[in-house]
């Protein structure tokens, strides 16, 4: 290394922030009682998605936006499950960390 003027940067990778949503949306659906109305809303609410891919937490982008607009989604959540569903649209929208948002899901938990 002695003929090496600047040292090699480590390449840092960086996620997308849909990746991020995407992420930040299947653990918010993991974490949720199956037996609880907000997941029955979800199931009802996306008829085309089975139960599983629910279950799992398998949405795309449009979706997670379509439940952003959606004010009846809010209505049948729980106040802990308020909190971090708006604690994961603050995310979004970059106005908090992802760190305050697990926070919100481990009180749901």
């Given at each position: 290394?002695?003929?090496v003027i600047n040292k090699p940067k480590a390449k840092q990778s960086f996620a997308s922030p849909l990746h991020i949503k995407l992420g930040l949306m299947k653990k918010y659906v993991k974490v949720l009682?199956?037996?609880?109305?907000a997941f029955t809303y979800l199931c009802g609410k996306?008829?085309?998605?089975?139960?599983?891919?629910v279950k799992a937490g398998v949405f795309i982008g449009p979706q997670i936006r379509q439940l952003f607009k959606d004010q009846q989604s809010e209505a049948v959540l729980s106040d802990t499950e308020k909190a971090a569903w708006q604690s994961l649209e603050k995310v979004s929208n970059r106005e908090i960390s992802k760190l305050q948002i697990s926070e919100n899901l481990y009180k749901i938990w």
């Open positions: 290394m002695k003929n009682n199956v037996k609880s109305p996306f008829p085309r998605l089975t139960f599983e891919k």
